[in-house]
């Protein structure tokens, strides 16, 4: 008879994950709390480093979908059952989903950008985040964004709720660096004579070809670089955004005025993540992201047997990086079902 | 004009928008290599002149960039246009020809700099 | 500007304020700067409010200016706060309010300290029980004064006499409010609306019909400071953050502004006067200044306090143009005339700055 597994979570770890598993002939059952699969995928309109369209990879990933799965949307869990190496999920409708195995690839939320009050996310009219803008581009709707705005001159926040222990997040987000880039690109090409501002700490362009898009940033696109935290944002009588940083390079503060600011907001816990690992008793990390028995040789496996993570619930992690995580996952999954090894 | 023993102290804050930003424009029209610099601060740290006076052509580099361009004249003349901090650039940013360019810029744009 | 935005942050910072039965202690320095503020105060909640504030003549200084100038250590500002909840606990109140902005961060320190720290508390017990035998409860209620003018100002604006509307236009007086530094920078949360937009003041010029101006620099401290201040040579500092303030609000034209701290609005008024001296510049309209109010200086207007009973004679910047905006009633007469008609004198006119009553 062969042996069943459950994915928790329909974006790109649990995707990738259930693909995998069916390839290897595993029975695969994936619960989903959204209408349709892909997660934080499908606001997306271009990746990095190479800004292909993130529609192809999500092509990949649901070709993956194919025979096999069974597909639960608009599931939410509400409790999960063990007994005798068997796990049941139960559904808020009713049903019920017996496995021998779990994979929890539940994900991350976005940073509530409103937390950081002096940034004036939800109170200016020009202040908006990155995810904000990602939909724009994707809409096709960046002409709506930059209508009535004179000077074009846009200004990008780096660590918007990452490195910052005042809401909580002392971690790196690590990708949102990258994101302004791309996104600083992608602006200047709608607007030639725009002039663009990423404001950084420093630049944690940590990838392969992401320190040369950074180059590229410079040398081709002309994006200027002001090392420093934005430490406040004001509102002109005009609507346009008043910034206040140090240029920690030059040593002095600097003042500058903005048709657009950007806020990079960064990856947290989802809460519910949360819940199901209170389920399984699973355990967090400082960071509240949750911990692999291992994170140097069992990235994937939990210290509760038959229970497994995959993709960004253990941390900030990139598109690229979650796919061969999940696969990593899949593999230990695999094994675990053969052999009864975690 | 009354002195009440105390005065109005100027602001160092930045402001760019107030910023003459010619100067820049027109250098880095001409040198466009200025514009990778990553701000590593090799170029000051091999600066002949850089160990003998407060001179820093990286932090000349950056204040130009932001329009802050006072006393670049008297600034540009430590420059002993030695050409080692082009050498030990990472980047290969032409810093020789920023000064270069500096003086015919304010030459040229008549700056009361 | 999406007000929704802000009224969220404003719900996650609502602070209990208590309703009734206060034990009241002044400032050092707001009798000399503002000599009619505390007085209004007291005037608004015992006549208008029917409130029983109480008052304790034998209470000293919080110590904040000397803590603040680093001249009095923690240790001993603690033994002076607890001597306060003693005069306090002694009369029989639990509900303690300050006049104090500066006195007010102090005493929210040292109890944010005590909780935080129950040896710190053990210790300020023992020192003051060592020193004068009095003992005491911490209060249950800590409030700014100005946080007790937030809560009655529905029912003040009720009572009131005028709105801060143009009388003319029927246009809402466009106000800058500037929140004391020791508010809420230190405790976010013991603030009404928080550090990043306080509402404490907005509320009471909402409520009173005028129209809140944001700016730019609205955090930015007045620069009073401590040491800053107390040392005429360090004065250029103190006065160039003024400055800053000014020059961030004045595209926006305000009309007055409003203030719930002891030195703002000495330094914000008494700085346009010497700001105008020493170059010249003025920030109202025809070589006006920005009229500059405390928060019961603006209620007692409201409720149709006579403008000289409330001391804005002593104002250096001229409160004139702003009272006939409104409409207020006051006899230019009696603007240097004590309650007893005499003489009180009067300043030399500015050089710059437009004085009132106008020189024929």
């Given amino acids: ?342 | 004009m009354k002195s009440f023993g105390y005065t109005i102290t100027k602001d160092r804050q930045i402001d760019y928008d107030a910023n003459d930003r010619r100067l820049i424009e027109y250098v880095e029209g001409i040198e466009p290599s200025i514009r990778i610099c990553m701000e590593c601060g090799s170029c000051s740290a091999t600066c002949t002149a850089g160990h003998f006076t407060d001179f820093s052509i990286r932090r000349l580099h950056t204040l130009l960039q932001r329009g802050e361009t006072l006393h670049l004249r008297k600034e540009i003349e430590k420059c002993m246009l030695c050409g080692k901090c082009q050498l030990v650039c990472p980047r290969g940013v032409n810093l020789r020809n920023l000064i270069l360019i500096i003086h015919q810029a304010l030459d040229k744009l008549h700056h009361d700099l | 500007m999406k007000i929704e935005g802000k009224k969220q942050i404003w719900n996650d910072y609502q602070k209990e304020i208590a309703e009734d039965h206060f034990f009241y202690v002044r400032s050092c320095i707001r009798q000399n700067f503002f000599p009619g503020s505390e007085k209004s105060f007291l005037r608004i909640m015992k006549e208008e409010l029917k409130k029983d504030v109480y008052e304790n003549p034998s209470h000293t200084t919080c110590s904040g200016i000397g803590y603040h100038t680093d001249i009095v250590p923690f240790e001993t500002s603690m033994t002076m706060v607890a001597r306060q909840f003693a005069l306090m606990t002694e009369a029989g109140y639990e509900n303690f309010t300050t006049s104090c902005i500066t006195s007010f961060g102090l005493y929210s320190e040292v109890l944010n300290t005590w909780e935080h720290e129950p040896e710190m508390e053990e210790k300020a017990r023992e020192f003051l029980y060592k020193a004068t035998g009095r003992e005491f409860k911490k209060p249950k209620n800590v409030s700014h004064a100005s946080d007790v003018i937030y809560r009655f100002r529905k029912e003040i604006a009720e009572k009131g006499k005028y709105r801060l509307v143009n009388k003319l236009t029927g246009e809402p007086i466009r106000v800058v409010e500037h929140i004391g530094c020791h508010y809420s920078k230190m405790f976010p949360s013991k603030g009404v609306g928080g550090a990043e937009y306080p509402y404490v003041l907005i509320g009471m010029i909402e409520d009173w019909g005028g129209e809140v101006i944001d700016y730019p620099e609205r955090r930015h401290c007045c620069g009073f400071g401590f040491r800053q201040y107390l040392v005429q040579a360090n004065r250029g500092f103190s006065v160039s953050c003024s400055k800053k303030k000014f020059d961030s609000m004045e595209p926006y034209q305000p009309e007055m502004i409003l203030t719930n701290c002891p030195g703002c609005p000495m330094f914000l008024d008494r700085w346009q006067y010497a700001i105008s001296e020493m170059e010249g510049k003025t920030y109202g309209p025809d070589g006006t200044g920005i009229p500059v109010l405390t928060y019961e200086e603006l209620a007692g207007l409201v409720l149709g306090h006579d403008p000289w009973d409330l001391g804005l004679q002593v104002h250096q910047v001229p409160v004139e143009p702003l009272l006939d905006k409104i409409g207020i009633s006051y006899d230019p007469e009696k603007k240097f005339k004590a309650a007893d008609g005499s003489d009180i004198g009067r300043p030399e006119a500015p050089v710059y700055l437009k004085f009132y009553p106008e020189q024929a």
């Fill in chain 1, 1 to 342: 008879m062969s042996k069943t597994a459950i994915i928790i979570g329909g974006g790109v770890a649990g995707m990738e994950t259930a693909g995998q598993l069916n390839r290897l002939g595993i029975e695969v059952v994936l619960i989903e709390k959204q209408a349709s699969l892909g997660g934080h995928l499908k606001n997306w309109d271009r990746l990095f480093p190479d800004r292909r369209e993130s529609q192809e990879v999500f092509d990949y990933l649901e070709k993956g979908m194919n025979d096999g799965i069974s597909l639960y949307l608009n599931a939410t869990i509400s409790d999960i059952r063990e007994a005798g190496g068997k796990f049941t999920v139960i559904l808020e409708d009713g049903r019920e989903l017996s496995s021998d195995a779990l994979v929890l690839a539940t994900g991350y939320d976005l940073f509530d950008a409103r937390k950081k009050e002096e940034y004036g996310f939800g109170i200016y009219d020009n202040v908006i985040t990155s995810a904000e803008l990602e939909e724009f581009f994707r809409n096709n709707k960046q002409k709506n964004l930059f209508e009535g705005v004179q000077s074009k001159r846009v200004g990008i926040v780096h660590c918007v709720g990452s490195r910052d222990e005042k809401v909580g997040n002392l971690y790196c987000s690590k990708l949102c660096c990258v994101t302004g880039v791309k996104q600083a690109i992608e602006i200047r090409e709608l607007m030639p004579d725009a002039e663009i501002f990423c404001f950084y700490m420093d630049l944690r362009m940590f990838d392969r070809h992401f320190e040369e898009m950074y180059y590229e940033a410079q040398e081709k696109w002309g994006i200027r670089f002001i090392r420093g935290r934005l430490s406040e944002a004001a509102e002109n009588p005009d609507h346009t955004i008043l910034v206040k940083v140090e240029d920690t390079l030059t040593g002095l503060p600097l003042k500058m005025k903005v048709d657009l600011l950007i806020l990079l907001v960064g990856f947290v816990p989802s809460p519910e993540t949360k819940r199901l690992a209170g389920m399984l008793g699973l355990k967090e990390g400082d960071d509240r992201f949750l911990c692999p028995s291992d994170e140097h040789l069992l990235p994937n496996s939990t210290d509760h047997p038959g229970v497994f993570l995959a993709g960004t619930l253990k941390g900030p992690a990139s598109i690229a990086a979650t796919i061969v995580d999940a696969r990593a996952a899949a593999l230990q999954v695999a094994e675990y079902l053969v052999n009864g090894e975690r």
